[in-house]
Protein backbone atom coordinates (compact mmCIF):
# COMPACT_ATOMS: atom_id res chain seq x y z
CA UNK A 1 0.00 0.00 0.00
CA UNK A 2 1.69 3.48 -1.08
CA UNK A 3 0.51 7.13 -0.06
CA UNK A 4 -0.58 9.67 -2.43
CA UNK A 5 0.42 13.03 -0.16
CA UNK A 6 -1.83 16.36 -1.00
CA UNK A 7 0.23 19.52 -1.61
CA UNK A 8 -2.31 22.65 -1.66
CA UNK A 9 -0.86 25.42 -3.54
CA UNK A 10 -2.18 28.71 -2.96
CA UNK A 11 -1.86 31.71 -5.22
CA UNK A 12 -0.74 35.03 -4.04
CA UNK A 13 1.16 34.18 -1.04
CA UNK A 14 5.28 33.95 -1.33
CA UNK A 15 5.73 31.95 1.44
CA UNK A 16 4.79 28.58 2.87
CA UNK A 17 1.65 29.74 5.73
CA UNK A 18 -1.08 27.37 7.63
CA UNK A 19 -3.91 26.47 6.22
CA UNK A 20 -7.35 26.33 7.69
CA UNK A 21 -6.49 22.43 8.58
CA UNK A 22 -4.45 22.04 11.19
CA UNK A 23 -1.18 20.05 10.22
CA UNK A 24 -1.41 20.95 6.70
CA UNK A 25 0.52 24.47 5.03
CA UNK A 26 -0.03 26.35 1.61
CA UNK A 27 2.80 26.48 -0.51
CA UNK A 28 4.40 28.68 -3.05
CA UNK A 29 5.98 26.72 -6.10
CA UNK A 30 9.37 26.79 -4.62
CA UNK A 31 8.25 25.51 -1.37
CA UNK A 32 6.28 22.88 -2.78
CA UNK A 33 8.79 21.82 -4.73
CA UNK A 34 10.98 21.53 -1.49
CA UNK A 35 7.93 19.32 0.30
CA UNK A 36 8.42 16.77 -2.63
CA UNK A 37 12.07 16.63 -2.42
CA UNK A 38 11.34 15.83 1.39
CA UNK A 39 8.80 13.40 1.02
CA UNK A 40 10.70 11.73 -1.93
CA UNK A 41 13.54 11.23 0.56
CA UNK A 42 11.04 9.53 2.93
CA UNK A 43 10.12 7.09 -0.35
CA UNK A 44 6.87 8.50 -1.17
CA UNK A 45 6.68 9.91 -4.57
CA UNK A 46 2.93 9.93 -5.38
CA UNK A 47 1.06 13.67 -5.06
CA UNK A 48 -1.89 14.68 -5.78
CA UNK A 49 -1.74 18.74 -6.12
CA UNK A 50 -4.89 21.25 -5.69
CA UNK A 51 -4.64 24.68 -5.76
CA UNK A 52 -6.56 27.23 -3.68
CA UNK A 53 -7.42 30.84 -6.00
CA UNK A 54 -8.53 33.84 -6.06
CA UNK A 55 -9.26 33.33 -9.69
CA UNK A 56 -12.64 31.86 -10.39
CA UNK A 57 -11.33 30.71 -13.93
CA UNK A 58 -10.79 27.50 -15.82
CA UNK A 59 -9.10 30.02 -18.52
CA UNK A 60 -6.91 31.27 -15.87
CA UNK A 61 -5.70 27.89 -14.78
CA UNK A 62 -5.51 26.12 -18.12
CA UNK A 63 -2.88 29.55 -19.46
CA UNK A 64 -0.81 30.76 -16.19
CA UNK A 65 -2.03 29.11 -13.29
CA UNK A 66 -0.21 27.98 -10.14
CA UNK A 67 -1.20 24.39 -10.49
CA UNK A 68 0.13 23.87 -14.30
CA UNK A 69 3.61 26.04 -13.45
CA UNK A 70 3.79 23.79 -10.69
CA UNK A 71 3.22 20.44 -12.00
CA UNK A 72 5.82 21.65 -15.11
CA UNK A 73 8.43 23.11 -12.22
CA UNK A 74 8.09 19.78 -10.58
CA UNK A 75 8.39 17.23 -12.98
CA UNK A 76 11.54 19.45 -15.06
CA UNK A 77 12.71 18.80 -11.47
CA UNK A 78 12.61 15.36 -10.43
CA UNK A 79 11.59 13.94 -13.86
CA UNK A 80 10.23 10.36 -13.34
CA UNK A 81 11.06 10.18 -9.83
CA UNK A 82 8.16 12.01 -8.88
CA UNK A 83 4.18 11.16 -9.92
CA UNK A 84 1.90 13.79 -10.10
CA UNK A 85 -1.55 13.38 -9.67
CA UNK A 86 -3.49 16.64 -11.06
CA UNK A 87 -6.93 17.32 -9.43
CA UNK A 88 -9.52 18.04 -12.36
CA UNK A 89 -12.32 19.53 -10.22
CA UNK A 90 -13.89 22.75 -11.41
CA UNK A 91 -15.06 23.99 -7.63
CA UNK A 92 -11.76 25.77 -6.82
CA UNK A 93 -12.30 27.65 -9.82
CA UNK A 94 -15.91 28.11 -9.58
CA UNK A 95 -17.90 31.14 -7.47
CA UNK A 96 -20.54 28.52 -6.38
CA UNK A 97 -18.23 25.99 -5.34
CA UNK A 98 -19.79 23.31 -7.64
CA UNK A 99 -17.79 20.51 -8.90
CA UNK A 100 -20.07 20.98 -12.35
CA UNK A 101 -21.63 23.78 -14.17
CA UNK A 102 -25.12 24.68 -12.31
CA UNK A 103 -27.27 26.91 -14.96
CA UNK A 104 -30.89 27.70 -13.10
CA UNK A 105 -30.44 24.81 -10.94
CA UNK A 106 -29.77 22.23 -13.65
CA UNK A 107 -26.40 20.60 -14.19
CA UNK A 108 -24.97 21.51 -17.74
CA UNK A 109 -23.45 18.24 -18.96
CA UNK A 110 -22.01 19.69 -22.20
CA UNK A 111 -20.44 22.65 -20.44
CA UNK A 112 -18.98 20.81 -17.46
CA UNK A 113 -17.17 18.30 -19.38
CA UNK A 114 -16.01 21.05 -21.57
CA UNK A 115 -14.37 22.82 -18.95
CA UNK A 116 -13.07 19.68 -17.47
CA UNK A 117 -11.39 18.26 -20.64
CA UNK A 118 -9.51 21.82 -21.13
CA UNK A 119 -8.60 21.66 -17.32
CA UNK A 120 -6.97 18.31 -17.68
CA UNK A 121 -5.12 18.86 -21.18
CA UNK A 122 -3.34 22.15 -19.57
CA UNK A 123 -2.07 19.59 -16.84
CA UNK A 124 -1.78 17.25 -18.95
CA UNK A 125 0.43 19.33 -21.20
CA UNK A 126 2.13 20.71 -18.01
CA UNK A 127 3.42 17.24 -17.47
CA UNK A 128 0.79 15.19 -14.69
CA UNK A 129 1.28 11.64 -14.81
CA UNK A 130 -2.20 11.41 -14.00
CA UNK A 131 -5.34 13.53 -14.36
CA UNK A 132 -8.20 12.65 -11.58
CA UNK A 133 -11.74 13.68 -12.45
CA UNK A 134 -13.81 14.71 -9.37
CA UNK A 135 -16.89 15.80 -11.13
CA UNK A 136 -19.49 13.12 -9.86
CA UNK A 137 -20.17 12.61 -13.77
CA UNK A 138 -21.39 9.29 -14.64
CA UNK A 139 -19.02 9.70 -18.11
CA UNK A 140 -16.26 11.90 -16.95
CA UNK A 141 -13.73 9.37 -17.39
CA UNK A 142 -14.73 8.55 -20.52
CA UNK A 143 -14.70 12.54 -21.85
CA UNK A 144 -11.17 12.76 -20.63
CA UNK A 145 -10.09 9.97 -22.02
CA UNK A 146 -11.33 10.91 -25.61
CA UNK A 147 -9.91 14.48 -25.01
CA UNK A 148 -6.66 13.16 -24.21
CA UNK A 149 -6.45 10.68 -26.82
CA UNK A 150 -7.08 13.33 -29.36
CA UNK A 151 -4.75 15.38 -28.05
CA UNK A 152 -1.80 13.14 -28.48
CA UNK A 153 -1.60 12.70 -24.48
CA UNK A 154 -2.22 8.56 -24.58
CA UNK A 155 -0.12 7.99 -21.95
CA UNK A 156 -1.64 10.55 -19.55
CA UNK A 157 -3.64 8.39 -16.64
CA UNK A 158 -6.56 8.85 -15.12
CA UNK A 159 -7.55 8.48 -11.67
CA UNK A 160 -11.03 8.64 -11.34
CA UNK A 161 -13.14 9.92 -7.73
CA UNK A 162 -15.31 6.75 -8.90
CA UNK A 163 -17.44 6.27 -5.70
CA UNK A 164 -17.52 10.35 -4.81
CA UNK A 165 -20.26 9.99 -2.04
CA UNK A 166 -22.14 13.40 -1.10
CA UNK A 167 -20.64 13.83 2.23
CA UNK A 168 -20.55 16.22 4.93
CA UNK A 169 -16.78 15.80 5.64
CA UNK A 170 -15.73 17.80 2.78
CA UNK A 171 -16.45 21.17 5.01
CA UNK A 172 -12.48 21.43 6.25
CA UNK A 173 -11.15 21.07 2.45
CA UNK A 174 -13.51 23.45 0.94
CA UNK A 175 -12.51 25.90 2.81
CA UNK A 176 -8.94 25.13 2.25
CA UNK A 177 -9.47 25.62 -1.26
CA UNK A 178 -11.58 28.87 -0.83
CA UNK A 179 -14.44 26.65 -2.17
CA UNK A 180 -17.19 27.20 -0.13
CA UNK A 181 -20.72 25.77 -1.54
CA UNK A 182 -22.89 29.06 -1.75
CA UNK A 183 -26.30 27.62 -3.29
CA UNK A 184 -27.65 24.40 -3.41
CA UNK A 185 -25.94 21.26 -2.00
CA UNK A 186 -24.25 18.62 -4.26
CA UNK A 187 -26.52 15.87 -3.43
CA UNK A 188 -28.44 15.96 -7.02
CA UNK A 189 -24.88 14.48 -8.39
CA UNK A 190 -22.67 13.04 -6.33
CA UNK A 191 -23.66 9.58 -5.21
CA UNK A 192 -26.30 9.14 -2.21
CA UNK A 193 -24.60 7.45 1.16
CA UNK A 194 -27.50 5.15 1.69
CA UNK A 195 -26.72 3.87 -1.94
CA UNK A 196 -23.90 1.70 -2.00
CA UNK A 197 -24.91 -0.31 -5.81
CA UNK A 198 -24.79 3.18 -7.45
CA UNK A 199 -20.96 3.88 -5.91
CA UNK A 200 -20.08 0.22 -7.19
CA UNK A 201 -21.59 0.81 -10.38
CA UNK A 202 -19.72 3.76 -11.07
CA UNK A 203 -16.26 1.72 -10.21
CA UNK A 204 -17.47 -0.51 -13.06
CA UNK A 205 -18.32 2.38 -15.53
CA UNK A 206 -14.78 3.69 -14.51
CA UNK A 207 -13.20 0.95 -15.26
CA UNK A 208 -14.97 0.44 -18.99
CA UNK A 209 -14.24 3.95 -19.66
CA UNK A 210 -10.69 3.29 -19.36
CA UNK A 211 -9.40 4.89 -15.95
CA UNK A 212 -6.03 3.67 -14.21
CA UNK A 213 -7.05 3.94 -10.88
CA UNK A 214 -10.65 4.04 -9.47
CA UNK A 215 -11.31 5.45 -5.94
CA UNK A 216 -13.64 5.66 -3.08
CA UNK A 217 -13.68 8.99 -1.23
CA UNK A 218 -14.56 9.06 1.87
CA UNK A 219 -12.71 6.25 3.66
CA UNK A 220 -12.71 5.57 6.55
CA UNK A 221 -16.35 5.51 7.66
CA UNK A 222 -16.97 3.62 4.15
CA UNK A 223 -15.20 0.49 4.77
CA UNK A 224 -18.13 -1.69 3.61
CA UNK A 225 -17.46 -0.39 0.18
CA UNK A 226 -14.24 -0.46 0.21
CA UNK A 227 -13.75 -3.74 0.60
CA UNK A 228 -16.63 -4.64 -2.27
CA UNK A 229 -14.70 -2.20 -4.06
CA UNK A 230 -11.58 -4.34 -3.91
CA UNK A 231 -13.75 -7.95 -4.68
CA UNK A 232 -15.41 -6.10 -7.63
CA UNK A 233 -11.95 -4.73 -9.76
CA UNK A 234 -8.78 -5.44 -10.33
CA UNK A 235 -7.40 -2.11 -11.00
CA UNK A 236 -5.05 -0.20 -8.75
CA UNK A 237 -7.87 0.70 -6.05
CA UNK A 238 -7.41 4.24 -3.93
CA UNK A 239 -9.16 5.50 -0.95
CA UNK A 240 -9.26 9.13 0.32
CA UNK A 241 -9.00 9.57 3.78
CA UNK A 242 -11.08 12.93 3.78
CA UNK A 243 -10.36 16.19 5.29
CA UNK A 244 -13.11 15.58 7.71
CA UNK A 245 -11.77 12.36 9.07
CA UNK A 246 -8.34 14.08 8.94
CA UNK A 247 -9.75 17.01 11.23
CA UNK A 248 -11.67 15.17 13.91
CA UNK A 249 -8.81 12.87 14.55
CA UNK A 250 -6.98 16.02 14.60
CA UNK A 251 -9.31 17.78 16.75
CA UNK A 252 -9.92 14.80 19.00
CA UNK A 253 -6.00 14.22 19.36
CA UNK A 254 -5.46 18.33 20.79
CA UNK A 255 -8.19 17.70 23.59
CA UNK A 256 -6.15 14.35 24.46
CA UNK A 257 -9.18 11.94 24.22
CA UNK A 258 -7.11 10.18 21.58
CA UNK A 259 -3.57 9.47 20.74
CA UNK A 260 -2.58 10.43 17.62
CA UNK A 261 -0.30 7.79 16.36
CA UNK A 262 -2.59 5.15 17.87
CA UNK A 263 -5.46 6.62 15.49
CA UNK A 264 -3.65 7.11 12.35
CA UNK A 265 -2.05 3.49 12.77
CA UNK A 266 -5.78 2.63 13.24
CA UNK A 267 -6.95 3.93 10.11
CA UNK A 268 -4.38 2.84 7.67
CA UNK A 269 -4.07 -1.04 9.09
CA UNK A 270 -8.01 -0.71 8.39
CA UNK A 271 -6.75 0.63 4.52
CA UNK A 272 -4.64 -2.16 4.70
CA UNK A 273 -6.56 -5.28 5.79
CA UNK A 274 -9.27 -4.13 2.84
CA UNK A 275 -5.94 -4.61 0.51
CA UNK A 276 -6.28 -1.23 -1.39
CA UNK A 277 -3.62 0.19 -3.40
CA UNK A 278 -3.12 3.74 -2.38
CA UNK A 279 -3.95 6.11 0.59
CA UNK A 280 -5.01 9.62 -0.37
CA UNK A 281 -4.17 12.26 2.93
CA UNK A 282 -2.94 14.56 4.95
CA UNK A 283 -0.65 12.29 7.27
CA UNK A 284 2.43 11.19 5.36
CA UNK A 285 4.62 11.17 8.35
CA UNK A 286 2.00 9.08 10.24
CA UNK A 287 1.59 6.86 7.07
CA UNK A 288 5.56 6.26 6.89
CA UNK A 289 6.01 5.39 10.89
CA UNK A 290 2.74 3.34 11.10
CA UNK A 291 4.49 1.89 7.19
CA UNK A 292 7.58 1.26 8.89
CA UNK A 293 6.68 -0.19 11.81
CA UNK A 294 3.41 -2.38 10.99
CA UNK A 295 3.77 -6.07 11.48
CA UNK A 296 5.41 -8.15 8.69
CA UNK A 297 2.80 -10.33 7.24
Known amino acids: MKYIACIFLKEGITEKQPSPMGGVDYHTLSSGLEYIENYLRKDIKDFLVFVSTDNKSIDYACENGLIKNFIKA???????????????????????????????????YEKSYELASRLALALAGAGADYVAPCLSLHEQVEVLRKALDSAGYKSTKIHA??????????????????????????????????????????????????????????AMIYLDIVYRA????????????????????????????????????????????????????????????????????
Open 161 to 218: YSSKFSSALYGPYRETIQSPLKAQDKKAYQTDYANPEEALNQIKMDETQGANIVMVKP
Open 74 to 108: AKEKFKDDVVIHADVGLSPYSKDGHSTVIEKGEIN
Open 230 to 297: RQLTRLPLSVYHVSGEYSMIKEACKTGMLDENETFDEVHAAFNRCAVDYVIGYAPDHFIRWNKNKPKS
